[in-house]
């Protein structure tokens, strides 16, 4: 599979099966004998890159008020770009977007449920704002967590798509992006508990 991976993040979606047939070393008709499709190979890829990339540990290390909002955020993404900061992940991403395939959609969707509303919750509790539960996220709230990842990911496009230098080290870089993000938000997050501090 990771053959495959490193063939997709290459040539991207449009590359041909029997091209990565002989770069496995074997005929097509074997390769489509443990995948029926090409879209069945590329859905396999997808799971492999992105689904199972995932770390359930993440969520719980952003409801772990024991820390603060900051570590919390800080280590979430330090730990989260080591996923996404590969030249497999961050080409298969953009080659699934132009493509026009959903994995992009679907993705940034269970992103979207998995993390970013919790992320949502816990900056309202830090605030001390109302809970999801008195008033849902607000879109300008969404919008600031996209702006914060996005800003992480556009890291791995500057390197991978565009191939231009960054850091050795991203460690200090997304502690400057986490501070930078935590300085503004409170200025977008609901409204204030009455009486609070």
């Known amino acids: 599979m990771a053959q495959a991976v490193r063939f997709f993040a290459e040539f991207g979606f449009d590359g041909k099966t029997r091209a990565l047939a002989e770069r496995l070393?074997?005929?097509?008709?074997?390769?489509?004998?443990?995948?029926?499709?090409?879209?069945?190979?590329?859905?396999?890829?997808?799971?492999?890159?992105?689904?199972?990339?995932?770390?359930?540990?993440?969520?719980?290390?952003?409801?772990?008020?024991?820390?603060?909002?900051?570590?919390?955020?800080?280590?979430?993404?330090?730990?989260?770009?080591?996923?996404?900061?590969?030249?497999?992940?961050?080409?298969?991403?953009?080659?699934?977007g132009l493509k026009g395939l959903d994995y992009n959609a679907r993705y940034l969707r269970f992103l979207r449920e998995t993390i970013f509303i919790q992320i949502i919750a816990e900056l309202r509790a830090t605030y001390r704002r109302p809970?999801?539960?008195?008033?849902?996220?607000?879109?300008?709230?969404i919008e600031a967590i996209w702006?914060?990842?996005?800003?992480?990911f556009y890291l791995g496009v500057r390197k991978w798509i565009y191939m231009m230098p960054i850091a050795d080290d991203i460690?200090?870089?997304?502690?400057?992006?986490?501070?930078?993000?935590?300085?503004?938000?409170?200025?977008?997050?609901a409204a204030p508990v009455r009486g609070a501090a």
């Open 147 to 152: 702006g914060l990842h996005a800003g992480i």
């Open 25 to 96: 070393g074997i005929t097509q008709p074997l390769l489509y004998r443990y995948f029926p499709s090409k879209e069945a190979l590329i859905e396999r890829v997808y799971q492999d890159v992105f689904v199972g990339g995932w770390n359930p540990f993440w969520e719980e290390l952003i409801r772990d008020r024991e820390k603060t909002i900051k570590t919390r955020l800080t280590v979430f993404y330090q730990e989260y770009s080591k996923i996404i900061m590969t030249c497999e992940w961050v080409r298969l991403f953009m080659f699934s």
């Open 171 to 189: 460690r200090p870089v997304i502690e400057m992006k986490v501070a930078n993000f935590l300085d503004g938000v409170g200025a977008i997050l």
């Open 131 to 141: 809970g999801l539960a008195e008033l849902p996220a607000t879109a300008l709230e």
